[in-house]
T-cell receptor, first 114, second 116 residues
Framework: DTAVSQTPKYLVTQMGNDKSIKCEQN?????MYWYKQDSKKFLKIMFS???????INETVPNRFSPKSPDKAHLNLHINSLELGDSAVYFC?????????????FGEGSRLTVL | AQSVSQHNHHVILSEAASLELGCNYS??????LFWYVQYPGQHLQLLLK??????LVKGIKGFEAEFIKSKFSFNLRKPSVQWSDTAEYFC??????????????FGQGTTLQVKP
């Protein structure tokens, strides 16, 4: 069983389109995250939800909207895609408290905007 | 602002060679430190972590790292690498200001290529 799964793994789309990435975790964790990895492999946090509540929002453009219907799911919707949005988006989950830094990552969703 | 610097961007070693990857962070308070690894085609996974106590921590697959507070460093080591260690290695820090969240600051990663 995959602990943190993301779909789709690959997305190729045109500028201006809207796309969504879905994430699900079966680890029973309370907290989920979206991280973005750019072309230079820098990983940077975008959002975090704890029990469906947004707790981290790292100055990401409003075109990015996360949604967490329940604590096992965290989706990312991107409006009006731009070339600079091309990246690999990683979903992750963790426990809360002391061990919150132990992240369990999905396999990533590679978004290419043409 | 917190930052993490990994000095080696691309390392090429032969099998059985020893490995040391440098990691320095800038944060004055209490930190938790991590090394994550990303094998080709796979997801990032935790290699080892430091929260407190013994500054020499051991992780999976024979890796270890030493936290030197005075040097703000958390270097990763392995005495003898194998071809299967070929991967991307990421150092990450979680500062006390992050509270109980998993907000990690990552370094830019080091590509390790081990030649058989």
């Amino acid at each position: 069983d995959t602990a943190v799964s993301q779909t789709p793994k690959y997305l190729v789309t045109q500028m201006g389109n809207d796309k969504s990435i879905k994430c699900e975790q079966n680890l029973g964790h309370d907290t989920m995250y979206w991280y973005k990895q750019d072309s230079k492999k820098f990983l940077k946090i975008m959002f975090s939800y704890n029990n469906k509540e947004l707790i981290i929002n790292e100055t990401v453009p409003n075109r990015f909207s996360p949604k967490s219907p329940d604590k096992a799911h965290l989706n990312l919707h991107i409006n009006s895609l731009e070339l600079g949005d091309s990246a690999v988006y990683f979903c992750a989950s963790s426990r809360t408290g002391t061990y919150a830094g132990e992240l369990f990552f999905g396999e990533g969703s590679r978004l290419t905007v043409l | 602002a917190q930052s993490v610097s990994q000095h080696n961007h691309h390392v090429i070693l032969s099998e059985a060679a020893s490995l040391e990857l440098g990691c320095n962070y800038s944060y004055g308070g209490t930190v938790n430190l991590f090394w994550y690894v990303q094998y080709p085609g796979q997801h990032l996974q935790l290699l080892l972590k430091y929260f407190s106590g013994d500054p020499l921590v051991k992780g999976i697959k024979g890796f270890e790292a030493e936290f030197i507070k005075s040097k703000f460093s958390f270097n990763l080591r392995k005495p003898s690498v194998q071809w299967s260690d070929t991967a991307e290695y990421f150092c990450a820090v979680k500062g006390g200001g992050s509270g109980n969240t998993g907000k990690l600051i990552f370094g830019q990663g080091t590509t390790l290529q081990v030649k058989p």
